[in-house]
T-cell receptor, first 111, second 113 residues
Framework: DQQVKQNSPSLSVQEGRISILNCDYTNSMFDYFLWYKKYPAEGPTFLIS?????DKNEDGRFTVFLNKSAKHLSLHIVPSQPGDSAVYFC??????????FGTGTRLKVLA | DTGVSQDPRHKITKRGQNVTFRCDPI?????LYWYRQTLGQGPEFLTYFQNEAQLEKSRLLSDRFSAERPKGSFSTLEIQRTEQGDSAMYLC???????????FGPGTRLTVT
């Protein structure tokens, strides 16, 4: 049973436009979430996190929104750049030192 | 480079052989994680160390898998009697505290033939 879901396996966006990547989770006890970016042949790289005491966290072009009632978070990238093309994973801290990752969304930013 | 390093980067082995992977975390990080990632999936948690203590193991970690972190620095993951289903990317990550962002190594890609 997938507790963290990324239902869009891929997304294409024009350079300069907004990219919105979505993530849903099933366990209301999850209280800390992270987004990672992964390029081919590299390990995932941390992007941004959000605690459940917030509903938004912003870092430069990256903003994460958390809707606890809907058990949904989203990552917004504005403006999108070709270098943002990668696979993006959301992850939830499940307690007892364990992180649960989604299956990833492959973002392609078209020049 | 002070990032997380893993060795080897690629390993091809025959079914039934034993393999061992090494992870060197960022030096000041006392938390170390092992994950397995298969095609089209996100990283799946395998095990967690805080210093030298292995505090959590996933049920994915069958008795053929063992991990150590003998001095609280580098860690090894051994797979005995490898099976074709063990073919995956094995990722190591470290963090200074938890919950917090984890810093991942480049992974070891295992192919069992």
């Amino acid at each position: 049973d997938q507790q963290v879901k990324q239902n869009s396996p891929s997304l294409s966006v024009q350079e300069g436009r907004i990219s919105i990547l979505n993530c849903d989770y099933t366990n209301s006890m999850f209280d800390y979430f992270l987004w990672y970016k992964k390029y081919p042949a590299e390990g995932p790289t941390f992007l941004i996190s959000i605690s459940s005491i917030k509903d938004k966290n912003e870092d430069g072009r990256f903003t994460v929104f958390l809707n606890k009632s809907a058990k949904h978070l989203s990552l917004h990238i504005v403006p999108s750049q070709p270098g943002d093309s990668a696979v993006y994973f959301c992850a939830a801290y499940a307690g007892t030192y364990k992180y649960i990752f989604g299956t990833g969304t492959r973002l392609k930013v078209l020049a | 480079d002070t990032g997380v390093s893993q060795d080897p980067r690629h390993k091809i082995t025959k079914r039934g052989q034993n393999v061992t992977f090494r992870c060197d975390p960022i030096s000041e990080h006392n938390r170390l994680y092992w994950y397995r990632q298969t095609l089209g999936q996100g990283p799946e948690f395998l095990t967690y160390f805080q210093n030298e203590a292995q505090l959590e193991k996933s049920r994915l970690l069958s008795d053929r898998f063992s991990a150590e972190r003998p001095k609280g620095s580098f860690s090894t993951l051994e797979i005995q009697r490898t099976e074709q289903g063990d073919s995956a990317m094995y990722l190591c990550a470290s963090s200074p505290r938890g919950p917090d962002e984890q810093y991942f190594g480049p992974g070891t890609r295992l192919t069992v033939t």
